[in-house]
């Protein structure tokens, strides 16, 4: 098995685990202007493979409240 290159020693070490108990594939999400995490798995060589947008409806204001 080719070795991933260096990233992040928590990235890196679950990755490598995964492998040891036959994981085939690996999936990992995070957000999407968390830019520490966002490196951690490029430079351990996950690609983005897609992107998670949540939409989520404001509170509702009380009434009169601009």
């Known amino acids: ?5 260096e990233g992040s020693p928590a990235v890196t070490g679950c990755t490598h ?4 108990e036959g994981a085939v594939t690996v999936a990992a ?5 968390n830019h520490p995490m966002f490196t ?3 430079r351990a060589g996950h690609p ?3 992107e998670r947008t949540s939409l989520v409806r404001a509170p509702c204001m009380p009434p009169g409240h601009r």
């Open 1 to 5: 098995m080719k070795k991933p290159p």
């Open 17 to 20: 685990q995964f492998a040891a």
């Open 29 to 33: 999400a995070t957000d999407q202007h």
């Open 40 to 42: 951690a798995f490029t």
């Open 48 to 50: 983005v493979v897609q």
